[in-house]
């Protein structure tokens, strides 16, 4: 099946920093979301993104399908910001479609 | 516009008992998938349910069954638990004609906890 890797792993940060979580993923998809994970364990969307370059506020992703990977940058981090940052890519198939996710960048901010 | 949401929130089972866990889906939505979060890892593909049939299913054992309503809601049924089945268990809910729109909305998860 399609492989996912996330980077870093771990990422600590002083209020104000900005960031950038990588997502490199092994073979075509259909779709590529990124999830914020909160401490109660809520996945939250943030971008839904096969291609290209989406903003919402202090986030915004760029996705680069044809190299297999997708970038989120978080700009002016705040420390609400905390929490784990999921990649998970999408391949249709006739039978239905799933997620596959990475294994997250935990991301701390700190006042 | 309620969202996914899954009861219960936490749960606590012994070992060798079973588990259902439920989901209603976001209005509009008519499909279904779990996955199952170990502490530490990203969520893991159970299975997915559309028009009350299950359509996928991942690498999980055959302890691990399911369930689709006509209303789309859902029950995930795991059978002779293991410690290993400790768990966040989440609910995810999607339109497959809509995906590239607006892709999964996930609930917020059911913990369960095997002694």
């Known amino acids: 099946g399609i492989q996912v890797e996330q980077s870093p792993p771990d990422l600590i940060l002083q209020e104000g920093a900005n960031s950038t979580l990588r997502c490199n993923f092994s073979?075509?998809?259909?779709?590529l979301q990124w999830f914020h994970q909160n401490p109660w364990g809520q996945l939250i969307n943030l971008f839904y993104?096969?291609?290209g370059t989406k903003q919402n506020g202090r986030l915004s992703a760029t996705t680069v399908a044809t190299e297999r990977y997708s970038l989120l940058y978080i700009s002016s981090s705040q420390t609400t910001d905390s929490g784990v940052y999921f990649c998970?890519?999408?391949?249709?198939?006739?039978?239905?479609?799933?997620?596959?996710f990475g294994e997250g960048t935990q991301l701390t901010v700190n006042p | 516009d309620a969202g996914v949401t899954q009861s219960p929130t936490h749960l606590i089972k012994t070992r060798g008992q079973q588990v259902t866990l439920r989901c209603s889906p976001k209005?509009?939505?008519?499909?279904v998938s779990w996955y199952q979060q170990a502490l530490g890892q990203g969520p893991q593909f159970i299975f997915q349910?559309?028009?009350?049939?299950?359509?996928q299913r991942g690498n999980f054992p055959d302890r691990f069954s399911g369930h689709q309503f006509p209303n789309y809601s859902s029950e995930l049924n795991v059978n002779a638990l293991l410690l290993g089945d400790s768990a966040l268990y989440l609910c995810?809910?999607?339109?497959?004609?809509?995906?590239?729109?607006?892709?999964?909305?996930f609930g917020s998860g059911t913990r369960l906890t095997v002694v």
């Open positions: 995810a809910s999607s339109v497959p004609r809509a995906l590239l729109l607006y892709g999964y909305t």
């Open positions: 993104i096969p291609s």
């Open positions: 073979d075509s998809v259909n779709n």
């Open positions: 349910y559309y028009e009350e049939e299950e359509r």
């Open positions: 209005s509009g939505h008519d499909t």
């Open positions: 998970a890519v999408v391949r249709w198939e006739t039978s239905g479609s799933r997620l596959t």
